[in-house]
């Protein structure tokens, strides 16, 4: 399939069969609609396998109305329904082999046949034609675009969602910037999450200095999950708190921070220690710690941590036997530790 934007010429004869008849129809398209060796991210709402052609899987997307934008793949016949369409910066249209991108509102007429051509059914149920009637089955909401979409809100909280259609549990999700036309879905953690930078001085293992480096600790309450990928955005911050309490670093003087006159800025993303001591200082004092008990999500058991900087190591690495609890020391001179390529969650077994 070429990656350039195909012109879709061709007729296209389409039988499906009823219970007492067989329809034939045939339909010729000539505009430029398929975008070939392209695919929109982040906004399916359903995957539909077994499609054996372009045209039928445009003709499931237009059975639903909450579809306006679908991807297919040839090689492997399925169809992904898109709630929203190519529309810059918002949306990517990335290259993907065996894909063609299409926004539904293009083919018009060519598909618009049957007892489901006037797209009957509420905005989030799908037509399902039968002989000269059809049958709404309200399907389920994937994201928070579809929560949206299908209950007409704009008020950001909680909303338990199935962001993938293949499972049987729902997540409770909190739905963020309902307001705006590409909300976001964050998972509310019900244990302290948290990432720690040290403020030990880099030269010994006992004095502190607060002028190097970040330190403090940074909190996470919410943390972005790509609905589609179930990727952590480990870099958003937007549920987040610091800390510079000396408390936190084994200091007794109250105002051990204060005194340098600096803002608490700790910077570490989510998933993520570090600090900066002395080569023989032992154990590090970078710390991370994820809990995600109660939010019926696991860390997935593929992801792997890795230290990076100058002499950097994890001394100590524990992960709990559901995967729920991962808690690390780590660092270096100066050094971190942070997932191996994308932090990955899955649903609980």
Known sequence: ??????????????????????????????RTILHGGKRLNGFQFYRMNIVPDVFQCARFCFFRRR???????????????????????????????????????????????GPCSKRPCRICEACYPAESNYTCVQEEMTSCKDVKICTNTSSDGDYYIRPKMETSSRLRIYCHKMNTNYPKEYVTLLKENYSKYSPIYYRNCY???????????????????????????????????????????????????????????????YGTGADCMYLSCKPRRGKFHINLEG???????????KASGYAAKISTFYRSPTNQIITALCGG?????YPIDVLTLQHKP
């Open 295 to 305: 939010t019926g999500l696991i860390v997935a058991p593929s992801v792997k941590w």
């Open 207 to 269: 004095t502190y200095d607060w002028t190097r480096g970040p330190p403090g600790v940074i909190y996470y309450w919410k943390i972005r999950l790509d609905i589609t990928s179930f990727n952590v955005v480990t870099g958003d911050k937007t549920f987040t708190n610091v800390s510079c309490d000396p408390k936190l670093f084994g200091l007794s003087d109250p105002n051990a921070f204060k005194k340098t006159g600096k803002t608490c800025r700790p910077q570490l993303n």
């Open 333 to 337: 001179n100066c050094g971190s530790c």
């Open 1 to 30: 399939m070429s990656t350039t934007t195909l012109v879709f010429i061709f007729s296209v004869l389409v039988s499906f069969a009823l219970s007492s008849a067989s329809v034939c129809t045939v339909v010729t398209l000539n």
């Open 67 to 113: 579809c306006v934008s679908f991807n297919y793949n040839a090689n492997q016949t399925f169809c992904e329904f898109n709630n929203a369409r190519l529309d810059p910066p918002n949306a990517n249209l990335s290259t993907a082999a065996d894909f063609v991108y299409s926004n539904i509102e293009d083919w018009g007429e060519a598909i618009g046949f």
